[in-house]
C-alpha cells in the first residue's frame, strides 16, 4: 500500500532552492524531454561521436539496458517494486512473470504514460506508479518480494546511493532480493557514454565498483551475485 506526502499523493519535484532537489528535478526535466520525444540541442564535436551515431541508429540502447530478470526473474504473484521504473511494464515481459508490479519515478511523462497504460495491459498485475525519488520510496515496511533499480544510479552521488539503499531495506521483505545496476567506470565505452549523457542534461559519476561494494556490505546486505554487461554491473543483493 503506497502512502502519501502530501493530499495528491506526489511529490513536489520542482526547482528547489535544495541541492539535491534541483538535481532529482534536473533529472526528471531531462528524461521528460526524452520520453516525449523531445530534440536536445548538442555541439557537432558531440553529434560525431560514435556513441551518439548509435544513440541515433538505436543500436546504444541494447548496450545500456541492464537485463535484472537474468539474475532475479520476478516470480508469479510476487510482489516487485520497479524504482526508476520508466516505462518499464510497458516493455518488459511483466504480463508473462505474472508478478505484481509496482513503479516509482520522478519523470511524470513515463509515470502518466504508465499510470493511463497500465490498467490497460493488465488490471491485475499493475499495482500503479508513484512519483517520487528513490531515497523517498512510497511504500510499507516488508511490502515486497523484490525491488530493482536499472539505469540510474550513475547520476547520483554515491552518498545518495546509501539514502536509497536504506530505504529499500526498509521496504524489502527479510529475504527478499534487490537488484540494481551500476556504471563500470573503466568500460571502453564508459567515457564517451558519460560526455553524452553530461551534454543530454545529466552528469554522470564515475565511482569505482569497490566504492559500490563496500556501501552495500556497510547497509548490512550480502552480494549474492554479480553480472557485467558492456556498460553496467548488476548486482543481487539480501539484507
Known sequence: MAKSSNSSGFFN?????????RAIASIANRFNQEYQGGSFDLPPEVETMA????????????????PFWEIAKPQKNQHCLDIGCGVSFLIYPWRDWGALFYGQEISTVAKDALNIRGPQ???????????????????EANQFDLAIATGWSCYYPI???????????????PGGDFVFDVLIPDAELAEDWA????????????????????????TGAKILKRQPGTLFQLYKIRF
Do not use: C, M
Request: no cysteine; charged share 30%.
Open 121 to 139: 495491459l493488465n488490471s491485475k498485475l499493475f499495482k500503479g506508479v508513484t512519483l517520487a525519488p528513490g531515497h523517498k520510496l512510497q511504500y
Open 195 to 218: 560526455i553524452l549523457e553530461t551534454y543530454l542534461g545529466t552528469e554522470v559519476f564515475l565511482e569505482i565498483l569497490e566504492n559500490w561494494e563496500k556501501i552495500i556490505k556497510e
Open 13 to 21: 519535484l520542482s526547482v528547489s532552492s535544495d541541492p539535491l532537489e
Open 159 to 173: 552518498s545518495y546511493w546509501e539514502l536509497v539503499l536504506k530505504e529499500v531495506k526498509r521496504v524489502v521483505k
Open 51 to 66: 556513441i551518439f551515431r548509435d544513440r541515433i541508429a538505436g543500436t546504444l540502447s541494447e548496450k545500456i539496458t541492464s
